[in-house]
């Protein structure tokens, strides 16, 4: 059936939806991604995605190509993160690419197809089309969101002690931040909540340590105006600032 909106002055281009899935995984940030089998780009490692079908909405066709890697119920987080239209992003013919941003908490282990894995956002493999550059808007997207809302949920396992929460951030921003500074500010938001419970002692003995869990388990705008700052160049500061 020959669409009224395709037309040789106007033609219809394939519409693809794409996923960029990130977890904290021994303490870095991962991508997953697949590895083609068939060209073009075949051996390099992609996005996990494919076509929109006429009868589906980009939310629903992302969810579908997601299904065939990951239990999708494992994304504690998705959101739409940008549209590509480069015509020559694809060498087979002009492709226009939707891209999500998919967030898994650290406590899991999504088991995976053969043809997939996690690899660390700092040390990416040879990607095919322009998915490392997608990649690194998502980054951005991410690292900007953890200033100004409480997208950590998504990241961070159900209960967890500040420690480990900082070691989840520091994983996702890329640069240090200090446990003291991170509590301060996401308690005084009201992003984090004490569960009442602490650690077990180890053997070494010392205090157990609180347990914590984010106050809301869907994403809320905590400051609009925050700032999640790198460590400075100064002397005898260290760690990251939040403001």
Request: proline share 9%; no cysteine; hydrophobic share 45%.
């Given at each position: 059936m020959t669409s009224v909106w395709s037309s040789p002055d106007r033609p219809a281009y394939p519409h693809h939806a794409l996923a960029v899935v990130l977890q904290v995984r021994s303490a870095r940030l991962h991508v997953m991604l697949w590895r083609r089998a068939a060209e073009p780009f075949a051996g390099a490692w992609a996005l996990p995605g494919g076509p929109l079908l006429a009868d589906e909405t980009l939310g629903a066709s992302v969810a579908r190509q997601l299904a065939s890697k990951v239990e999708v119920r494992q994304l504690a987080h998705l959101e739409q993160l940008e549209t590509r239209s480069d015509p020559s992003r694809d060498p087979r013919g002009r492709t226009v690419a939707t891209a999500y941003l998919g967030l898994?908490?650290?406590?899991?282990?999504?088991?995976?197809?053969?043809?997939?894995?996690?690899?660390?956002?700092?040390?990416?493999?040879?990607?095919?089309?322009?998915?490392?550059?997608?990649?690194?808007?998502?980054?951005?997207?991410?690292?900007?969101?953890?200033?100004?809302?409480?997208?950590?949920?998504?990241?961070?396992?159900?209960?967890?002690?500040?420690?480990?929460?900082?070691?989840?951030?520091?994983?996702?921003?890329?640069?240090?931040?200090?446990?003291?500074?991170?509590q301060r500010v996401l308690l005084r938001r009201g992003v984090l909540a004490a569960t009442g419970e602490h650690t077990a002692s180890g053997r070494a003995g010392g205090r157990p340590?609180?347990?914590?869990?984010?106050?809301?388990?869907?994403?809320e705008v905590t400051d609009p105006f925050a700032v999640l700052r790198p460590p400075t160049e100064r002397p005898g500061r260290a760690g990251g600032s939040v403001s």
């Open positions: 898994i908490p650290s406590d899991l282990d999504p088991v995976l197809p053969e043809d997939t894995t996690w690899h660390p956002v700092d040390a990416l493999p040879v990607t095919a089309f322009d998915h490392g550059s997608v990649v690194g808007s998502a980054l951005a997207r991410l690292r900007a969101k953890l200033s100004y809302t409480n997208v950590g949920f998504a990241l961070a396992p159900p209960t967890f002690t500040i420690a480990e929460l900082r070691e989840v951030y520091v994983a996702a921003l890329g640069y240090e931040v200090t446990a003291t500074n991170l340590a609180m347990l914590y869990r984010f106050a809301s388990p869907t994403l």
